[in-house]
């Protein structure tokens, strides 16, 4: 089984940049087609970036020209580079496979823009 754990959240200004990493435990990791996800208060999960194994990537209209998802399989990392942050974009992210798998949500990393 795959454990992905994430970092890089914070408290950034309206404008400012944060980068998100999310690194997973197995080799096998560089097989899956990755997402980066968020979720804000009172609000469903959504799927905010994604990545195949090959690194083509694909993004959520609300984010596109401003985030930038990669992903490092030596590493069995995936990045996700925000910038222009946006108060409405203050949400916990995860990262999953794509689709995702329940047994494989982990705790997340907090972003939260001040406007």
Same mark, same amino acid.
């Given at each position: ?7 890089? $959240?914070g408290?950034? /200004? @309206?404008? *400012?940049?944060? #980068?998100?990493?999310? &690194?997973?435990?197995r !080799?096998?990791?560089s097989?899956?087609?990755? $997402?980066?996800y968020? /979720? @804000?208060? *009172?609000?469903? #999960?959504?799927?905010? &970036?994604?990545?195949? !194994?090959g690194?083509s990537?694909g ?5 596109k ?5 990669? #992903?490092d ?5 995936v990045?996700l ?7 409405e974009d203050?949400a916990?992210?995860?990262?999953n496979?794509h ?8 705790q997340g990393?907090?972003v939260?823009?001040?406007?």
């Open positions: 089984q795959v454990q992905l754990a994430e970092s890089g $959240g408290l950034v /200004q @309206a404008g *400012g940049s944060l #980068r998100l990493s999310c &690194a997973a435990s !080799s096998i990791f097989l899956y087609t990755m $997402g980066w968020r /979720q @804000a208060p *009172g609000k469903q #999960r959504e799927l905010v &970036a994604r990545i195949s !194994s690194g990537p993004y959520a209209d609300s984010v020209g401003r985030f930038t998802i990669s #992903r399989n030596a590493k069995n990392t990045y580079q925000m910038n222009s942050l946006k108060p203050t916990v992210y995860s990262c496979k689709p995702p798998m329940e047994e494989y949500w982990g990393t907090q939260t823009v001040s406007a």
